[in-house]
């Protein structure tokens, strides 16, 4: 086994994840507009209830131009973030705050990842964040590259999207990706 790729966290980390493809089913070309159309991905909820206990902040970042292109309104995508909130706590899990990016990427300085924007916003919301002490998981190029842009540790979930952008680590979920970090311990 080569011990050079393991990942030890403790409670001074970050979890930073990626929503659509990452947490639920991503719509390929479209949006997940409402609450009907969000479906968690198999045990998704799950990996949550095992962050509580590795990590100190559980965090989402997400891109969410449907808003911004006005497939959707922000009322929309704060009834989805509520739902997935209430259905993680159910579980026994822990989010702390959803963090989201209604810009278009055509827009000039708009706060969409790879650009830290809204990671600069959780550092201003929980100071003692420490992003050599924490961990992006994404399934796009703008997810991993949002990371390695902070200096973060970065974990791909293999979806549809190809990526050209290498992980430090790779996985099929993010329920494989929260017992790997349970084995690890």
């Known amino acids: 086994m080569d011990f050079s790729n393991l990942l030890y966290v403790d409670k001074h980390w ?10 639920n089913k991503r719509i390929m070309n479209g949006y997940v507009t409402t609450v009907e159309e969000f479906e968690f991905n198999p045990l998704a ?26 497939i959707m309104t922000e009322g929309n995508l704060l009834d989805v973030h509520a739902y997935m909130h209430e259905r993680i706590k159910l579980a026994g899990g822990k989010l702390d705050k959803v963090y989201f990016s209604t810009d278009l990427k055509s827009k000039e300085n708009n706060t969409r990842k790879p650009n830290p924007a809204m990671a600069m916003q959780a550092k201003k919301d929980f100071p003692e ?21 902070l200096g973060m540790k970065t974990a791909a979930i293999r979806t549809e999207e190809k990526l050209t952008v290498e992980a430090d680590y790779h996985f099929n979920s993010l329920f494989e990706f929260a017992t790997h970090i349970v084995r690890e311990q």
């Open 129 to 149: 964040i420490d992003f050599s002490k924490s961990i992006m998981v994404g399934d796009t190029d703008s997810d991993l590259m949002f990371g390695k842009n």
């Open 45 to 70: 909820t799950d990996a949550f209830a095992l962050f509580k206990t590795f990590f100190d902040r559980v965090l989402v970042v997400t891109n969410q131009q449907g808003v911004g292109k006005e």
């Open 14 to 23: 970050t979890l930073f994840l990626d929503r659509d493809g990452v947490i």
